[in-house]
């Protein structure tokens, strides 16, 4: 497993220090985006800049991107096409009101190849409400 992270990494042209394959694979076994002080918890001695670099280095190389919550910003595994000069995260960002979590949503997105006579760098489709594990605690 360790080995398959040093992989990826490299492929990203990121050097796999021992605190970006931790934060890999912790990040690799999460269903919701994270934010800098959820990953932290998780690391009880580590120290909380080198996680942030190591979040800002991940997103700058296409390992990670970032949801921008209210004024939270949270960070989930990109995809493999993902790389330094684009990030493939055209899909929406979903926020449950009720367990608090926010979650990729990848059937539903906006189209990659939408020909325009402009440049689309970035899209953020972001939605609030109830996800579906609370509405059936909710019956």
């Known amino acids: ?4 992270i040093e992989n990826k990494l490299i492929d990203k042209n990121t050097k796999p220090t021992s605190m970006r394959i931790l934060v890999y ?17 998780h690391f009880d001695n580590a120290d909380r800049t080198t996680i942030y670099r190591t979040l800002k280095t991940f997103e700058e190389k296409g390992i ?3 949801i921008q919550e209210n004024t939270t910003t949270k960070y989930k595994l990109c995809d493999d096409g993902c790389d330094e000069k684009t990030h493939k995260d ?18 539903i997105s906006f189209p990659e190849n939408v020909q325009t006579s402009f440049r689309i760098d970035e899209i953020r489709l972001f939605a609030k409400g109830i996800c579906e594990n609370c509405l059936e605690s909710l019956q």
């Open 64 to 66: 990670v991107h970032s």
């Open 1 to 4: 497993m360790k080995k398959d």
């Open 25 to 41: 694979d912790f990040l690799s076994t999460q269903d919701a985006a994270l934010s800098l002080s959820e990953v932290e918890n």
């Open 90 to 107: 055209w899909h929406l960002h979903f926020y449950c009101k009720i367990c608090r979590q926010t979650t990729c949503r990848e059937d």
